[in-house]
Nanobody
Framework: QVQLVESGGGSVEAGGSLRLTCAASGSASDTVWMAWFRRTPGKEREAIASIYSRYLSTYYADSVKGRFTISRDLDKNTASLQMTNLQPEDTAMYYC?????????????????WGQGTQVTVSS
C-alpha cells in the first residue's frame, strides 16, 4: 500500500472548474493504476475515472465523460482530476485510490490504497 493525499477541493458555482491532485508516497509499482471516486451522503462510493500508468489509458464513468479529465505525472507520482462544467450533482467527497494491478479499473474493490478525501461543493 501507499499513502495518498488529496488536495484541491473547495466550493464553486455551477459551470465552474476545479482541479484535484493526489500525491502518492511509496513504490511506483503500487500505483500502476490510480483512480478517483466520489461519495455523497447516503450513497455508495462511485467510480469517476481511472488511469493506467504504463500506457496512460483512461476510463471514465458516463456521468463525467467530456467534463472530467484524469492525468498522471509519473515523475512526481501524482494523479490529477480536472473537472469542468461542474454541476450541483457533482457535490461529493472525492477520494483518490491506487492499485498495483486491475482487471476492472472502475471497481472499488480493485484498489488497496485510499486517501482521506477532499470535499467538492457546487452551488447552483
Amino acid at each position: 500500500q501507499v499513502q495518498l493525499v488529496e488536495s484541491g477541493g473547495g466550493s464553486v458555482e455551477a459551470g465552474g472548474s476545479l482541479r484535484l491532485t493526489c500525491a502518492a508516497s511509496g513504490s511506483a509499482s503500487d500505483t500502476v493504476w490510480m483512480a478517483w471516486f466520489r461519495r455523497t451522503p447516503g450513497k455508495e462510493r462511485e467510480a469517476i475515472a481511472s488511469i493506467y500508468s504504463r500506457y496512460l489509458s483512461t476510463y471514465y464513468a458516463d456521468s463525467v465523460k467530456g467534463r472530467f479529465t484524469i492525468s498522471r505525472d509519473l515523475d512526481k507520482n501524482t494523479a490529477s482530476l480536472q473537472m469542468t462544467n461542474l454541476q450541483p450533482e457533482d457535490t461529493a467527497m472525492y477520494y483518490c485510490a491506487a492499485a498495483p494491478y486491475s482487471n476492472y479499473p472502475l471497481r472499488e474493490y480493485e484498489y488497496n490504497s485510499w486517501g482521506q478525501g477532499t470535499q467538492v461543493t457546487v452551488s447552483s
